[in-house]
């Protein structure tokens, strides 16, 4: 069981991605020019942050005092940054629109902090989903975070709390920023970036909360926006066709659980998913088809990130 | 269990399941990188997953009224035919889709 979990873990792509904003897809564009071009990328820093320590902070650019890295921090994240502002207000006036409390809204911002799994929440604890069914997708839908660690400068902050928030707030958009940048992150700096990140997503949605309070009546259809996310998201994740077996595979998943299981299709669809991939492997191994040749990468050459 | 304590439950597991996720690569992650299968996974799970979701998340924009399937229909049309012509532009895609889906909603 440990290790079925542990390889359910370790399988998610890290081109998933399903997350808040434009910086989502960028990502794993720059993650991919990252673990290409690095030749030094993150070394265990959380075995041995002493030595990681050392080797960094000489590569950053003319650092100015510490209060300017902040600010510099807080500069990198105005880009990415754009676009967590609306869906932070569609999420905050989805929460008062499915009759939860305003408190909802800032809470699972400033505690969870990953946009598509709050928008998913909403949903769910609207509909007083069973505890395990929300861990499980949970679970599943932050999975992509565990590539995050690869290029994240997490070993430039030494502070045990600070190390602690920077791990927290390790969102898309500062997988995406860092590893467009490698080597010229300090602690201040990376702070910086992600205390902004935070501030948009929290404020975007508290902006929300009050508009949904002054509108005369609920905007029925705002839910479409995490529909429409995700349909660009897999688009952008399907862009060759070596992507069409794990589509249909979905398709068949989600067929079958809707018909056998409609009261819990997401669930059912995302674990029979994983069951059937993992047939696929067995079976591709059985044919003898090659292992994938470079583990390192597992980019598609096909792919061309626009 | 009362609705606070409930809301609260679901906060503290999303924070703690997220946590983990976000943490525990840093500790053990790095030697599995070169695994096949990790690999493989890696590149079959992402396209799958999202569609999962996006279908089922249009299953609930649509929820149980029929009206609501034209419009559903069109907004992703417009969604996916934006995102394509308009240069892969998340927000903007979405931004079209949305206002497409509300309005089509309301006016109909």
Known sequence: MIAGMTEMLNSVGRRSAPDDAPGAASCDTSLDVASDTDPDPVLDPAVVPEAAAVAVPDAAPPATSPRGEFVTGMRLSFAAGLGMIPIGVAFGM??????????????????????????????????????ATIAVTVLLVNLRHVFYAFSFPLHVVRHPLARFYAVHALIDEACAVTASSPGTWTAKRLLGLQVSFHAYWVGGGLIGVLLASVLPGPVEGLEFALCALFLTLTLDACRSRAQVPSLLLAGLSLSLALVLVPGAA????????????????????????????????????EVEHV | MSETAYLLAVMVIGFGITFA????????????????????????????????????????????????????????????????????????????????????????
């Open chain 2, 21 to 108: 996720l976000r943490a525990v690569p840093f500790v053990i992650l790095q030697p599995l990188r070169d695994s096949p299968l990790v690999a493989q996974m890696s590149r079959w799970m992402p396209v799958g997953i999202l569609a999962i979701l996006a279908v089922s998340t249009l299953r609930s924009s649509i929820g149980a009224d029929l009206a609501h399937v034209l419009p559903a229909a069109v907004a992703t049309a417009v969604t996916v035919l934006v995102h394509l012509i308009g240069g892969r532009r998340t927000l903007l895609s979405v931004g079209a889709g949305t206002a497409t889906f509300v309005l089509l909603v309301n006016l109909t």
């Open chain 1, 94 to 131: 989805l929460v008062v629109q499915a009759g939860l409390p305003w408190w909802v809204a800032p809470g699972l911002s400033t505690l969870v902090f990953a946009g598509s799994v709050e928008l998913l929440l909403v949903g769910l604890m609207a509909a007083a989903t069973p505890l």
């Open chain 1, 266 to 301: 997401l669930f059912a669809a995302l674990t029979g998913f994983m069951v059937l991939l993992l047939l696929r492997s067995l079976l591709a191994r059985r044919r003898g088809d090659p292992a994938p040749s470079a583990p390192h990468v597992p980019s598609d050459p």
